[in-house]
């Protein structure tokens, strides 16, 4: 990809994102408008940006009802135009959620697909992830994470909330194995069954739910009556509306009731088919109304249902989590092959090297490599980024079989894997040329056995200063600062050679308080380098703030106070 | 005439996915693409009676989308307009060339795609777009800045269309 295509693909991530200033969006239309191959990158990207909006069902339809004409005017035919719409909208995202669904779906020439039949029917769903529908019973339905209304030929409906196992044996029997549900059980499918590895629940014309996990099965009833017999035929109870049965392995199951004042009032909130409407809530209150029987007429059970309630929670939130950094992307756009290199490996240094840049850009020459994070007590391990190429070198431990590497800045992060031998990487650091802005870079490169244990971390800190790049007035220090108007991420200097007393220092600290807000700590294992100090997005907001910088263990400190005012931020260093 | 008017639904219906993406192109992405998809509904259905079953239907309909663009620019300001007449033509010839007039195709492609990803960065789609986690969000939940889980969104798309241009390539081999 070469750099116009960079800038552009760039923009359009922007553009997509809806964080493209209108400049920046004059510019991308700008750049394809007299080039196909960038409108053809254009129009691919934000029409699959657009297709995943329409299957996520962000995109909603409401039109209200008014009336209008449908095909032949002439034949006067009208229909309710918000259930055409509904129906349009329907048949789309139950297209969508039975191809999520994993359901058989087939398309024919003509492009109208259709959902094969199943005993099994999606009514539908949320935030599903991972939902196995079975073709065929007896079968078994899984659910990652998620919600999912199903409706079987019998009439019943189940929601679903994973992650859950259920074996559907027929119309009528289903077994949980792991799970929440909530059933909604018609009277024509009276005598619908719910069996769990403690209990078998028979309908008789109601909703209940059924909650099953390692060592214990609920069920709790919303409306009508079910009766529940333990699974080797003992029966238990009849249970009816705010009554329920909790079965623990060891032990005979017994019967919950919300016979008193607060369990009456918290269940008057989801009693009858209100449970329907909120199905997470519903349960979530079977949950609360069982766990305050058990504190007032079985404590001695309420550890172990309060580790239960903790583990499922943990795992509800374990399935939403949606882990990434392991699997990013990666802006450098090429390796360096070895045999173009000429530089020195070392064991135990990543390293960073630059093309130097002699006062403009086409004279340039390539600087040594410099190692960084090599001394624990006084080291100058900065890199200046001259360049918007960096090789980056290191070598692969002999127990490695895979490594990441992150590069975290304060505008942006990425992340990239490397699944086999690599010992060399071209970073281009910016989208341009040239820096926007001032940045600081922070490396991390871990390597993982065939085990993913970490083996080894190297880490590189680097910089992009303005003056790297172009003619800025010469900044030695801090009494020179010149703080001027700064308006975005600020890069601060330190270095504990700036005085005699701390010179000595090994590490520094820079602590930003926010008066009468938040303040944070950066504390660092160098005592020269940069601290980026992220005001864009920073959620520092208007008002007084002030640095202190120092390097723990020597007397003196730095201060600075700043005060963020319209159209820029002053920085006074006292 | 029920199952004309079936037919007609159910066409409409499998084109909503091809009518907002198309019009998502020819507005930048803007938020009121929605909107204007419901207009482009409205015409469509109250000029039902104009379309010619011999005609390809998503086709038809995309010109409904175009001039509901236009008039939805003609009735704002002109700051708002993100591509003027001309690119916005160009950009309708050109969003042809990477669809198809069979929109349901393409969304099996996409599951299939989607099944494709990495797990990670299957979770990171769903979490975006079926989940409806603002990037800001997912951000703070992952510890990383907005732009890098801008970036890593961008990619795994990339590979998306990647993924479905491959295999549209290989149906069309095939055919």
């Known amino acids: 990809m070469d750099e116009l295509a960079i800038i552009f693909d760039d923009l359009v991530r922007r553009v997509i994102d809806g964080t493209a200033t209108p400049e920046e969006r004059r510019r991308m239309a700008e750049l394809m408008r007299d080039d196909g191959d960038l409108q053809m990158h254009y129009c691919r990207h934000m029409r699959l940006h657009a297709l995943l909006m329409c299957c996520g069902g962000q995109v909603k339809a409401d039109v209200g009802s008014r009336q209008l004409a449908v095909g032949n005017r002439q034949s006067g035919l009208r229909i309710g135009w918000k259930i055409a719409a509904a129906a349009v909208i329907v048949i789309g995202v139950t297209t969508w959620l039975l191809m999520l669904a994993g359901s058989p779906f087939r398309s024919d020439r003509s492009g109208h697909g259709r959902a094969r039949s199943s005993p099994v029917a999606l009514m539908h769903g949320e935030s599903i992830i991972g939902l196995d529908l079975p073709s065929q019973l007896p079968g078994t339905l899984r659910l990652a994470s998620g919600q999912a209304k199903v409706r079987l030929t019998s009439g019943t409906e189940l929601t679903l909330l994973g992650p859950l196992e259920l074996e559907i044996r027929d119309a009528m029997r289903v077994r949980l194995e792991t799970g929440r549900l909530l059933a909604y059980v018609p009277p024509v499918a009276s005598g619908f069954t719910v069996l769990t590895r403690k209990l078998e629940i028979w309908d008789i014309g109601t909703v209940f739910s059924v909650t099953v996990s390692k060592d214990v099965s609920d069920v709790f009833v919303f409306q009508g009556s079910v009766q529940v017999v333990e699974a080797d035929g003992e029966p238990v109870d009849l249970c009816e509306g705010g009554q329920g049965v909790r079965a623990v392995a060891g032990r005979r199951p017994y019967k919950v009731v919300a016979d008193w004042p607060e369990a009456e009032s918290r269940f008057a909130g989801v009693k009858g088919q209100k449970a329907l409407k909120n199905p997470e809530q519903a349960l979530s209150v079977a949950d609360e109304v069982t766990l305050a029987w058990i504190e007032r007429y079985e404590p001695e059970e309420v550890s172990l249902f309060r580790a239960r309630l903790a583990r499922a929670r943990a795992a509800a939130e374990a399935a939403e989590r949606v882990p990434f950094s392991k699997s990013a992307w990666v802006r450098p756009v090429a390796s360096v092959p070895p045999q173009e290199e000429n530089m020195t490996t070392t064991k135990v240094a990543m390293m960073a090297a630059a093309a130097l840049f002699m006062g403009s850009e086409t004279s340039s020459g390539t600087s040594l490599p410099v190692r960084i994070d090599t001394s624990p007590v006084h080291n100058l391990n900065w890199t200046t980024l001259f360049t918007n190429e960096v090789p980056l070198r290191w070598e692969w431990p002999d127990t490695a079989t895979a490594a990441e590497l992150t590069v975290t800045g304060m505008r942006e992060s990425f992340v990239t894997n490397f699944t086999s031998e690599t010992t060399n990487l071209l970073w281009r650091p910016f989208t341009t040329a040239l820096p926007r802005e001032e940045e600081v870079y922070a490396l991390t490169l871990s390597f993982f056995d065939s085990g993913e244990k970490e083996v080894q971390t190297l880490t590189a800190k680097l910089v992009a200063l303005a003056g790297a790049f172009g003619a800025v007035p010469v900044d030695p220090g801090p009494s020179d600062r010149r703080w001027g108007k700064v308006k975005a991420n600020a890069v601060i200097p330190y270095d504990a050679t700036w005085t005699a007393a701390t010179a000595d220092a090994a590490a520094s600290r820079l602590v930003i308080t926010k008066t009468g807000g938040a303040t944070q700590e950066c504390l660092t294992g160098d005592a020269s380098g940069y601290f980026g100090w992220k005001l864009v997005n920073g959620d520092w907001g208007y008002g007084a703030v002030a640095l202190t910088l120092d390097f723990p263990g020597f007397d003196g400190k730095w201060e600075a106070a700043l005060e963020y005012v319209a159209g820029g931020t002053m920085i006074t260093v006292r | 005439m029920r199952d004309g008017v079936s037919t007609f639904a159910e066409q409409l219906a499998g084109a909503q996915f091809d009518l907002y993406a198309y019009i998502s192109v020819l507005m930048g992405g803007a938020a009121e693409a929605a909107d204007v998809l419901q207009e482009t509904n409205l015409a469509i ?131």
């Open chain 2, 45 to 175: 259905l109250q000029d039902a009676s104009s379309y010619d079953p011999s005609r390809n239907f998503v086709f038809w309909a995309r010109g409904f989308a175009r001039n509901r663009v236009r008039r939805f620019y003609r009735s704002r300001s002109r700051d708002r307009l993100v591509f003027d007449e001309e690119l916005m033509n160009s950009l309708s010839e050109t969003v042809s060339c990477v669809s198809d007039d069979r929109p349901l195709e393409e969304l099996v492609l996409l599951r299939q795609c989607m099944e494709s990803l990495a797990p990670k960065q299957r979770e990171l789609i769903t979490a975006r777009y079926f989940q409806a986690t603002a990037v800001k969000d997912i951000a703070t939940r992952e510890c990383c800045s907005e732009g890098a889980v801008s970036v890593l969104l961008h990619r795994v798309r990339r590979l998306l269309a990647e993924c479905i241009e491959k295999k549209r390539k290989q149906a069309g081999a095939l055919a």
